[in-house]
């Protein structure tokens, strides 16, 4: 019953910005790490950015300093902003969590649907 959504995602220029959300929801206890992964196409899915429950970041070498991971406990939320996005840059982005539902009292692993990012001129 528990699920991750992202949106925000779309077509965006070289050198654009763009920011993606993901919610979760059902009947969650606790959430640990989130984390954003990206997949091109003939490519291998490839982790992006991944953040603890307290909110500490970290940023596959690429994308340092141009994208930032953040998170909404409250809301059960993590967002991805992508700034000076580049064309090697367009993928399905997924959102990732590790979790545990009160069905469920162990850590389990969650994905979302993935969104679509396309930086293009």
């Known amino acids: 019953q528990v699920q991750l959504v992202e949106s925000g995602g779309g077509l965006v220029q070289p050198g654009g910005s763009l920011r993606l959300s993901c919610a979760a929801s059902?009947?969650?206890?606790?959430?640990?790490?989130m984390a954003w992964y990206r997949q091109a196409p003939g490519k291998q899915r490839e982790l992006v950015a991944t953040?603890?429950?307290?909110?500490?970041?970290n940023y596959v070498d690429s994308v340092k300093g141009r994208f930032t991971i953040s998170r909404e406990n409250a809301k059960n939320t993590v967002y991805l902003q992508m700034n000076s996005l580049k064309f090697e840059e367009t993928a399905v982005y997924y959102c990732?969590?590790?979790?545990?539902?009160?069905?469920?009292?162990?850590?389990?692993?969650?994905w979302g649907q993935g969104t679509q990012v396309t930086v293009s001129s």
């Open positions: 990732n969590a590790e979790l545990e539902s009160w069905e469920v009292r162990k850590i389990q692993n969650y």
């Open positions: 059902g009947n969650i206890r606790n959430i640990y790490n």
């Open positions: 953040i603890t429950s307290g909110g500490r970041p």
